[in-house]
């Protein structure tokens, strides 16, 4: 049943409008100003950055997909291998297949061709309520060798899935709990719903160390569930949530006042294209996290992945110089970024 599911996530995603209907990300509404005298040259832009105590080159990660089928291993294979060259960072899909069935730990054990990657191991939080324990979140961080564990957050996906998994009661003091004893950072991230302040709060002080906004506006995953659904009813229930979730912009600044500036933020939720990836950064981001566009280009060759992250880094890039901005951090400080109505 894991196993199809997964299946029928890639193939979804892939093939349907999975889009949040009305709401935006809210990027639209950022711009910034123009700096025709930058004083900088394009070619010393340096987009380094460091998270967990690793340096990335640019500021981008790939966000988690998938796992526990051999598609899943070939494209968490060719992702690991194009973060690798590039020198940025990847999160594999829930490793939930592979804590259940071991079998299925070499679709998400991509080390072998991404030695000094920047890898995110993955769990749902929820798991914590159906016998889950510290002890198997570290399974899942030993399986990829990873630098940080995500806990992702997914209670409306869980609500439409017939199937899910809806107990999220007492869950945060167990996740303060894998924070405690855990060898690796532990990253929370929503999947394309954000998160509120007062949450963002809660779970910096249960221990988490980088939150990943994982904002409304890119793919609506109640929407992906709504083609899963066997009924009419389900189908509507699913439907009704189209439009659910805190933008991406908002849950980057309320993600913002509620850290302070030692904790990472990673902007995800509908981010396409490297100028996104600049404004998520100057409203306060570390780094941009992506899925949908190497989704689309990892089904298709290492070639196309390593040239759509070299087309968002040029974007990237440009959209510095456009500024004046010669690094990441002065990207962060920048005055330059401004909302039109």
């Keep these: 049943m894991n196993e199809q ?24 509404h950022y711009h910034f100003i123009h700096q025709a005298l930058p004083e900088l040259d394009l070619a010393e832009i340096d987009t380094s950055v460091s998270i967990f105590s690793k340096k990335l080159k640019i500021p981008l990660l790939i966000s988690s997909m998938t796992g526990g089928t051999e598609q899943a291993r070939h494209i968490n294979l060719t992702l690991a291998e194009a973060a690798e060259l590039k020198g940025i960072a990847m999160g594999v899909g829930s490793q939930r297949a592979a804590i259940e069935d071991s079998t299925l730990s070499n679709t998400f054990k991509v080390r072998q061709v991404a030695p000094t990657a920047t890898l995110l ?16 979140c570290q399974r899942a961080v030993d399986m ?13 996906q869980e609500a439409v899935q017939p199937e899910g998994n809806t107990n999220f009661s007492h869950l945060l003091k167990k996740v303060e709990q ?6 690796v950072p532990v990253v929370a991230k929503e999947v394309g719903w954000g998160f509120a302040e007062d949450t963002v709060r809660d779970l ?7 939150i990943d906004v ?7 995953w109640s929407e992906v569930e709504r083609y899963r659904a066997k009924n009419v009813a ?46 998520c950064i100057a409203m306060g981001a570390t780094l941009g996290g992506m899925a949908k566009p190497f989704l689309v280009a990892a089904v298709k060759s290492l070639a196309e992945v390593l040239s759509e992250i070299e087309i968002i880094n040029t974007e990237l890039r440009i ?8 690094s990441i951090a002065d990207l962060q400080s920048t005055s330059r970024l401004t909302k039109r109505a």
């Design 319 to 326: 959209a510095m110089f456009g500024i004046g901005a010669a």
């Design 5 to 28: 599911r997964k299946s029928d996530h890639i193939r979804i995603n892939l093939e349907e409008n999975v889009n949040f209907k009305q709401v935006t990300t809210g990027l639209e």
């Design 121 to 136: 191991a993955n769990l749902g939080a929820v798991q914590l309520n159906y016998k889950y324990t510290p002890n198997d």
């Design 234 to 279: 389900q189908q509507r229930v699913a439907a009704t949530f189209v439009d659910w979730g805190i933008p991406t912009t908002e849950a980057i600044l309320a993600a913002k006042r509620a850290v302070s500036p030692s904790v990472p933020i990673i902007a995800s939720g509908g981010l396409r294209n490297g100028l996104d990836m600049a404004k």
């Design 178 to 183: 894998v924070c405690r004893v855990l060898t």
């Design 204 to 210: 910096v002080n249960a221990g988490v160390a980088a």
């Design 144 to 156: 990829i060798e990873a630098d940080a564990l995500i806990l992702h957050f997914n209670t409306i």
């Design 214 to 220: 994982a904002g409304a506006g890119g793919t609506s």
